[in-house]
């Protein structure tokens, strides 16, 4: 739902178990992304945090991805999730996998807000015959 939080998407498994000795010596790294959006907003509005991703300091197979939409954002979202290692491609090797991952955020019938100032207020002269003379603004 908008206006919700934090959204964290567990995110695990990227090495080979058990990794060969070759492999035990990668450093993952990772990168999250914004891949497709429906929605009223300009893509630099979206999020109130941009997307990221923390890795666990024991674990570099385990990670977490963490989104935190803007105030009042709803839509459809495709983000795109990419670990990879600093190894090699020899040998038919891979050295970077993704997955997409989409997240819809569901609108909420929020109450409507007016914020209103007045600059300048105008009383027209023998407008008004009572004293003494009001007006009232309704929200």
Known sequence: LENNGLLSIPLTGIKAFPPT?????DAVTW???LVSF??????????????????????DTVAQATLEFADSINGNFTIRVTSSDDASNANGGVSSLSQEI???????NSRPVLNLTLTALQAV????????????VAA
């Open 125 to 136: 002269e023998d407008a008004c015959t009572d004293a003494p003379c009001t007006a009232t």
């Open 21 to 25: 000795e070759d492999e035990a010596a």
């Open 102 to 108: 989409r997240v819809q955020v569901k609108p909420v």
């Open 38 to 59: 429906s929605s009223f907003y300009s893509e630099e509005q979206l999020f109130a945090v941009q997307p990221h991703i923390a890795v666990d300091p024991n674990d």
């Open 31 to 33: 990168n999250v992304s």
